[in-house]
């Protein structure tokens, strides 16, 4: 088992959370349960899905970083939702 803190995009992928919190401060009242919420949970689960991949495999079976199907799944959603929130 990999330790995900030893990767670079889990340490991208932790601080995008923290970037989107500030960044959704702001935003409308109106968007706080919906909108602002979503786009918060789903960057969130980004570094999530990654700690997840590392510990579901072990070395011998991730010889080289994979995490197609783990820290992908919630960037296009973090993406779509900050694009319509925002147009």
Same mark, same amino acid.
């Given at each position: @088992?990999?330790?995900?803190?030893?990767?670079?995009?889990?340490?991208?992928?932790?601080?995008?959370?923290?970037?989107?919190?500030?960044?959704?401060?702001?935003?409308?009242? &109106?968007?706080?349960?919906?909108?602002?919420?979503?786009?918060?949970?789903?960057?969130?689960?980004?570094?999530?899905?990654?700690? &997840?991949?590392?510990?579901?495999?072990?070395?011998? &079976? @991730?010889?080289?970083?994979?995490?197609?199907?783990?820290?992908?799944?919630?960037?296009?959603?973090?993406?779509?939702?900050? &694009?319509?929130?925002?147009?």
């Amino acid at each position: @088992m990999r330790n995900y803190k030893d990767l670079q995009v889990w340490e991208k992928a932790h601080k995008l959370p923290l970037a989107i919190y500030q960044g959704t401060y702001d935003f409308p009242r &109106e968007q706080r349960f919906g909108q602002t919420s979503q786009i918060r949970r789903s960057s969130a689960s980004i570094a999530a899905n990654l700690a &997840e991949g590392c510990g579901r495999r072990s070395d011998g &079976e @991730m010889p080289v970083p994979d995490f197609n199907g783990f820290g992908d799944r919630s960037f296009p959603i973090t993406c779509y939702s900050l &694009e319509t929130s925002i147009s």
